[in-house]
């Protein structure tokens, strides 16, 4: 739609007068997509200044406490309730994109679109009145600023990217893209494609250039789903994998069908993992390479800071000194490229450094529309000395980036700024960026893009079948939690001490039916996997559904994880399924798992 990779627009938190999330937890998960500190404080500001926060989630969460309005969903079904919300605005004649319309292709494509999603016949598939759907396109539309948001529960589920799509297309039919209040691209100081090479206009994104040897699943971006992974490694034949090498990763416990990827991960040739622990994975591997504690490294989030809600920069010098004679994380990345490169184990750190930062300036010099366009990259190198390894390549994006001092050409940002100003620097509110944050061929915000046109009529046809379908199964879902990150804070005492976490969420009437109650064995099965799991009896979920969170099943012989085996949990993805994939993008259906969940028989 924009053009680039990383060109998501995030709620302008600070101004927003009306939220509508969708599968997202922010007080729980700082944001994520939308990244802030002190989410509580943040929404809390937005509701004593007037504003309404409306939370569309299969669970009441903590953001949910805490909202004006909590609707209920079934689990999968939000681009249809989406889509319900598109009918209406442009059914009431309350589509009004404002200053983007000379910008935007593809609005009638999507009025068409959206004609069978009648709020009625949405309503029974997702379980919220057409009343409420209603009313919601009409707060969206009278707000004076709003917003949409969604995240893991709206994007690994089958139709993730539909549904990640109708956001940004709600967005714009309410004129809220890209409007102070609405939502907005921020612009990162370092690494920002989409402040990159010439403004306005791209190349776009190309998909599928290649596709998985075993599935046939095409590649985004260069990458491939964690689904085929297993597949990949357990089917012979050319190209079979053999090897495998993973950075901060513990997909043992992460990725759909564990048992599937746990067993193929045993069969492996040869497997090198860079990590802080001996987990899941990396008991699998032969060799772990341990790199520095956190605190003895440098930090700036060239990531996440193109998705945070204010504009800022902050660079943090490791805070103690690492140990004589070990590497770094990045010189132990290096190495493996060396070894990678077939120049042995012994090549010299210093010219696989200075070959990455010289191929950058290359790039950049050469690009048209940057700061830099036309420069002598010695004179470049030479200005950047003499830092090296990451501070010399963040000192080279932060000068060469959109607040960036052009190496002699203006004032502005440098590392030396950053380091001069320990708490970050201030880069001010989120600020309208289109047209010039457009990358598209055609210079527009493409509404309407071919495979996501192409994928709607699977959503129409769920919709159909979703009336007649047979039931028996639970749909299980996931949930985060405050004291965990995914897999790996299961191992320090004060984030595991207390009431187990790992448990089975089920509405009382659910847990009625099935004659269970609290804290009893409930026996799970899926078509990947079965688990036994203690059930927790709440309210807070809606009938039907059962969820358990992620990142726990640490009873793993193999491993080295004394807290952790103690309060080990089941792994939730032993139920999920490498199959279940949402095909426009490969990625995983994390949620909306079907189950049966019966007493278990053992005590
Ligand atoms: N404390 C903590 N913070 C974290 C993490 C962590 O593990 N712990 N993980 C980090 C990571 S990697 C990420 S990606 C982010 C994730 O950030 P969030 O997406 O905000 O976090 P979740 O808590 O997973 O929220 C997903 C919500 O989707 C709901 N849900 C499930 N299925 C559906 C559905 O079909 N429709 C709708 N509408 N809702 C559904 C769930 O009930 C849940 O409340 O958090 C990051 N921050
Ligand atoms: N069912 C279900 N499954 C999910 C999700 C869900 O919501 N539901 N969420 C998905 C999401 S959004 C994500 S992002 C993935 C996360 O999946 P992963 O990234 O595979 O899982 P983590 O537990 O975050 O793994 C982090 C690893 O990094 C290691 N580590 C920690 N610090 C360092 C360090 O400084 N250096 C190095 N080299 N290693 C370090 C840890 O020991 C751990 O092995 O899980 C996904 N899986
Ligand atoms: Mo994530």
Redesign the pocket.
């Known amino acids: 739609m924009f053009g680039t990779l990383f060109s998501i627009p995030v709620p302008d938190l600070e101004r927003t007068e009306y939220l509508l999330l969708l599968g997202a937890n922010p007080l729980v998960s700082n944001g994520?997509l939308m990244t802030a500190p002190d989410m509580r404080d943040r929404l809390r500001r937005l509701r004593q200044r007037g504003g309404k926060v409306v939370v569309i989630d299969p669970y009441r969460t903590r953001t949910a406490q805490e909202a004006d309005e909590h609707h209920f969903i079934r689990p999968g079904y939000d681009a249809h309730f989406l889509f319900a919300i598109v009918h209406t605005l442009f059914d009431e004649g309350l589509v009004a994109p404002g200053r983007l319309a000379e910008h935007i292709s593809g609005l009638e494509q999507v009025r068409v679109l959206a004609e069978p999603f009648l709020p009625e016949r949405v309503a029974t598939a997702c379980g919220i009145a057409a009343s409420t759907i209603r009313s919601i396109a009409r707060d969206l539309a009278a707000a004076p600023q709003a917003a949409v948001y969604g995240r893991?529960?709206t994007?690994?589920q089958a139709f993730g990217t539909l549904t990640s799509w109708l956001v940004d297309v709600l967005n714009v039919l309410t004129g809220n893209l890209d409007r102070e209040g609405g939502a907005m691209f921020p612009k990162a100081a370092a690494g920002a494609r989409n402040a990159n090479g010439t403004p306005g206009r791209g190349r776009g994104v190309r998909f599928g250039r290649w596709k998985s040897r075993v599935r046939g699943l095409p590649e985004y971006y260069g990458e491939l789903p964690?689904s085929c992974l297993a597949e990949e490694i357990d089917t012979p034949g050319q190209g079979q994998v053999k090897a495998l090498i993973?950075?901060?990763?513990?997909?043992?416990?992460?990725?759909?069908n564990s048992h599937r990827l746990q067993q193929a991960l045993g069969t492996l040739k040869y497997m090198v993992?860079?990590?802080?622990?001996l987990?899941?994975?990396?008991r699998h591997a032969n060799v772990i390479?341990?790199?520095?504690?956190?605190l003895a490294?440098s930090h700036y989030d060239l990531a996440l800071y193109q998705l945070a809600v204010h504009n800022v920069a902050h660079y943090s010098p490791p805070v103690i000194e690492r140990e004589p004679g070990t590497l770094d994380?990045w010189e132990?990345f290096f190495r493996l490229a060396g070894i990678l490169a077939e120049q042995g184990a012994a090549a010299d750190l210093c010219s696989l450094d200075d070959l990455s930062i010289t191929t950058l300036i290359q790039r950049e010099v050469a690009t048209a529309g940057s700061p830099l366009a036309g420069r002598d990259p010695a004179e470049i190198l030479e200005a950047l000395k003499p830092r090296r390894g990451p501070e010399r390549t963040l000192d080279f994006l932060l000068r060469s980036g959109p607040y960036g001092d052009g190496f002699g050409r203006q004032d502005g940002l440098s590392l030396a700024t950053l380091e001069a100003h320990s708490h970050g620097v201030d880069l001010g509110p989120l600020q309208p960026r289109i047209p010039e944050v457009l990358r598209t061929p055609s210079g527009k915000i493409e509404l309407a893009p071919q495979p996501v046109v192409e994928d709607v009529e699977r959503l129409r046809i769920s919709l159909e079948n979703s009336l007649a379908r047979e039931d028996g199964h639970m749909l299980l879902?996931?949930?985060?939690d405050l004291r965990s990150?995914?897999?790996?804070?299961h191992n320090l005492h004060v984030l595991t001490k207390g009431k187990e976490r790992c448990t089975l969420h089920m509405h009382p009437h659910d847990a009625a039916l099935l004659a269970l109650v609290n804290g009893e064995m409930a026996h799970v099965t899926s078509r990947a996997g079965a688990v036994e799991i203690p059930i927790e009896v709440t309210d807070a979920i809606m009938p039907g559904v059962v969820s358990?969170?992620?990142?726990w099943g640490h009873n793993l012989p193999g491993t080295n994880l004394h807290v952790a085996t103690e309060h080990a949990g089941v792994n939730?993805?032993v139920?999920?399924d490498e199959e279940e994939i949402d095909p426009l993008s490969g990625n995983?259906v994390?949620?909306s798992?079907p189950v049966a969940v019966r007493k278990a028989l053992t005590a």
Not at 289 to 294: I, M, R
Not at 548 to 551: E, K, N, T, W
Request: net charge neutral; with cysteine.
């Open positions: 994520s893991i529960g994007c690994t964690a993973t950075l901060a990763g513990n997909p043992a416990l992460s990725t759909p993992s860079v990590d802080i622990y987990n899941e994975t990396t390479l341990p790199p520095p504690p956190a490294r994380e132990l879902i996931g949930r985060r990150n995914n897999s790996w804070m358990i969170p992620h990142g939730t993805n139920l999920t995983a994390l949620n798992i």
